[in-house]
């Protein structure tokens, strides 16, 4: 499996971006597509994730209610809408395929794409 993602920049505080992930290969019902983020000096952090089979989600304490991860299971592509964006989601963002939610079960990693919010 293959993940690209796109969509980071540079932005203001209480804006939005959209990030996307764009799969090839083999996505099995099972797994979980995750949006996963890592700040300079900072663990990685789960950011969503959704079931590629039912599209159950799941967020990170810190983005609930802001963030909204999404499929597009026919042009194999995930989706991070990220609203009202904060300078604490300053960080490296990478789409990966997990077996569970969760940076420990994650199997197939793309490249990061950098989300930069000024204050």
């Known amino acids: 499996v293959q993940l690209q993602a796109s969509g980071g920049g540079l932005v203001q505080a209480g804006d939005s971006l959209r990030l996307a992930c764009a799969a090839s290969?083999?996505?099995?019902?099972?797994?979980?597509m995750q949006w996963i983020r890592q700040a300079p000096g900072k663990e990685r952090e789960l950011v969503a994730a959704?079931?590629?089979?039912?599209?159950?989600?799941y967020y990170g304490d810190s983005v609930k209610g802001r963030f909204t991860i999404s499929r597009d299971a026919a042009e194999k592509t995930v989706y991070l809408q990220m609203n009202t964006l904060k300078p604490e989601d300053t960080a490296v963002y990478s789409c990966?395929?997990?077996?569970?939610?969760?940076?420990?079960?994650?199997?197939?990693w793309g490249q990061g794409t950098q989300v930069t919010v000024s204050s």
């Open positions: 959704i079931r590629w089979n039912g599209g159950r989600t």
């Open positions: 990966a395929v997990g077996t569970s939610p969760g940076v420990s079960d994650t199997i197939y």
């Open positions: 290969g083999r996505i099995f019902s099972s797994h979980v």
